[in-house]
């Protein structure tokens, strides 16, 4: 197995506010267990009297029982000493202003703020990759594809190919996004002469996500598209999920199956209920306080035009992938999620009936700085089942980058046990691809990173 980096300068992926954020609860769990360590009477300085040692195990203690509902606990050690106390400030707003959890138990903001930066670097370590530089280099011809005018910069935020039918059967054609233009549309390369051919498709405020499919089944291909409906991070209520369908003539009808909601990140349709039409999951990244997840029940009967049903399946922020497959082997599709900003977890959701979905927790990862960005369903081992290819480089939350940053295996076990296995450390990744590079039978990964706020002083850099 061998890893291809690349750094990318321009924005690749829409979330720009993925991980602005990581839960202030998960920076106060981490509290319990440095000072319990401090308050051991053998290490304590001989100063602090038995008095002073219970206050600090009382403190302690009421930073777990605060934080035990969250997730992993966040180390000093995740972030330099100068932004911890930015960090706590945030995290107390967003407690305070839409979380669940009770800002009245929240322990006192100065004490825990002195509290991280006493025991945080002063600077991160540098990062250690574990990729190895393989034979040598694998030779990769690249095609330069002009989207825009001169000036005019996109935003990439989805790549992917499908094949289109066409007069002759069918040609491959990279679909993609552009999420700052609000361009939808296709690239067709011909290799033979080195060129290529732009087509838009359709037009959207900030599409995230598009999928190709025919969800009204009428033999043409429609299109899905999850619009973020703002740019830049933002908790406004201007998601929305749009449906093209196509018409006979060639053109599209825009129809909007949701909208007033936090920014739309992704859109995938299947049968869920096993009724021989197309059902819908949505994932509503939002940004601190809102977002969620939403199954979209098609109640249309055969022959009409989607209807659907609404059903809140996770009301939490930061919903980011939700690939589809059987995880539990039971005949009915399930959706795994992943869920970033101050959860940081992967989910499966197993399909328990019409409307009803089942969560159960695969993998939660070390603290809230972990930086989820991307998940994909990919047999890495060949051994016949799906594993998950992970992956947690997000710097737009405070653009430091993190030497603990990287991409992860997450080997299925069965009964739904995922064994994580680091696969490699690397600054800012964003996205990453399965596939043989290389021709020997085996899968390589593609891994890309993306470092827009680092300066060529950065390490990450160099």
Request: hydrophobic share 40%; charged share 25%; aromatic share 8%.
């Amino acid at each position: 197995m061998k890893m291809i980096f690349s750094k990318l300068q321009l924005s690749g992926r829409h979330h720009g506010s993925r991980h602005q954020v990581g839960s202030w609860c998960g920076l106060l769990g981490v509290l319990f267990v440095f000072l319990v360590s401090a308050c051991n009477p053998k290490k304590a300085p001989a100063s602090i009297s038995p008095e002073e040692l219970a206050a600090n195990e009382a403190f302690a203690h009421q930073v777990k029982s605060f934080c035990s509902s969250c997730h992993g606990f966040t180390t000093p050690d995740s972030l330099p000493r100068g932004a911890w106390a930015e960090k706590v400030k945030l995290m107390y707003g967003i407690t305070a202003g839409g979380s669940t959890v009770d800002i009245s138990k929240a322990p006192d903001m100065q004490k825990l703020i002195a509290f991280f930066e006493s025991n945080a670097p002063e600077a991160l370590p540098p990062i250690k990759s574990t990729a190895n530089s393989g034979p040598g280099s694998l030779k990769i011809d690249s095609t330069r594809v002009q989207l825009h005018r001169e000036h005019v910069f996109p935003a990439i935020s989805q790549v992917d190919v499908h094949r289109f039918r066409n007069e002759s059967g069918s040609v491959p054609r990279v679909v993609f996004c552009d999420m700052i233009n609000g361009f939808v549309g296709t690239v067709e390369f011909d290799l033979s002469t080195g060129s290529n051919h732009i087509e838009q498709l359709v037009r959207a405020r900030h599409p995230a996500h598009v999928e190709m499919v025919d969800l009204d089944k009428d033999g043409l291909l429609d299109i899905l598209v999850s619009d973020l409906g703002t740019a830049n991070p933002s908790d406004a209520l201007a998601g929305s999920l749009e449906f093209f369908r196509k018409l006979p003539n060639g053109k599209y009808d825009q129809q909007t199956l949701i909208k007033g909601v936090g920014r739309v990140s992704e859109a995938r349709s299947a049968d869920f209920d096993g009724d021989g039409d197309l059902d819908i999951i949505c994932a509503i990244f939002g940004w601190r306080k809102v977002g969620g997840i939403i199954y979209l029940e098609n109640e249309a009967a055969l022959g009409e035009a989607p209807r659907f049903k609404r059903h809140v399946i996770d009301p939490r922020a930061g919903a980011i992938n939700l690939p589809i497959c059987d995880i539990d082997g039971d005949g009915r599709l399930d959706f795994i999620a992943l869920i970033s900003q101050q959860h940081e977890f992967i989910y499966a959701y197993l399909n328990r009936g019409p409307g009803r979905f089942e969560p159960h927790l695969l993998y939660r990862a070390p603290h809230s700085n972990w930086g989820s960005v991307e998940l994909k369903l990919v047999d890495l081992d060949k051994d016949g089942d799906l594993d998950l290819l992970y992956t947690h480089g997000d710097t737009l939350d405070d653009e430091i980058p993190k030497p603990y940053h990287g991409v992860s295996w997450l080997e299925n076990l069965g009964s739904l046990e995922f064994l994580e296995h680091p696969l490699t450390n690397l600054y800012g990744a964003y996205a990453a691809s399965a596939g043989d590079l290389d021709g020997d039978g085996d899968l390589d990964i593609a891994i890309s990173a993306f470092l827009p706020y680092v300066g060529e002083d950065q390490p990450a850099l160099k």
